[in-house]
Nanobody, 123 residues
Framework: QVQLVESGGGLVQAGASLNLSCEDS????????MSWFRQAPGKEREFLAG????????HYNARVKGRFTISRDNAKNTVYLQMNNLRPEDTAVYYC????????????????WGQGTQVTVSS
């Protein structure tokens, strides 16, 4: 059973970088496709980036492509989201999610979620 815990969020100024981590304490992360989502107050949960279980295929939301990079280290049971050139509109709670069967951008298709980590970008 995958058990996801995000970390690495915080308060930063516009233009800064953050590297979010999502660790699976159940040590089964290598069996799952993984994605990052975010949700701002009053808005729907938004797909950001996904990576297949081997790490050989990735998919990005056009809104963050080129600024955000998803990666994984299955030996460490961890998936990462490197975020560069952060903007105030990136302010949200960031979640990682796991799915046994392939990548999808639909949040409803993910069986497992972390508790989220807050990212706040000041102007």
């Amino acid at each position: 059973q995958v058990q996801l815990v995000e970390s690495g969020g915080g308060l930063v100024q516009a233009g800064a970088s953050l590297n979010l981590s999502c660790e699976d304490s159940g040590r089964t992360l290598g069996l799952y496709a993984m994605s990052w989502f975010r949700q701002a107050p009053g808005k729907e949960r938004e797909f950001l980036a996904g990576i297949n279980w081997t790490g050989t295929s990735t998919h990005y939301n056009a809104r963050v492509k080129g600024r955000f990079t998803i990666s994984r280290d299955n030996a460490k049971n961890t998936v990462y989201l490197q975020m560069n050139n952060l903007r105030p509109e990136d302010t949200a709670v960031y979640y990682c999610a796991a799915r046994r069967v392939g990548l999808t951008t639909l949040s409803s298709e993910y069986e497992n979620w972390g508790q989220g980590t807050q990212v706040t970008v000041s102007s």
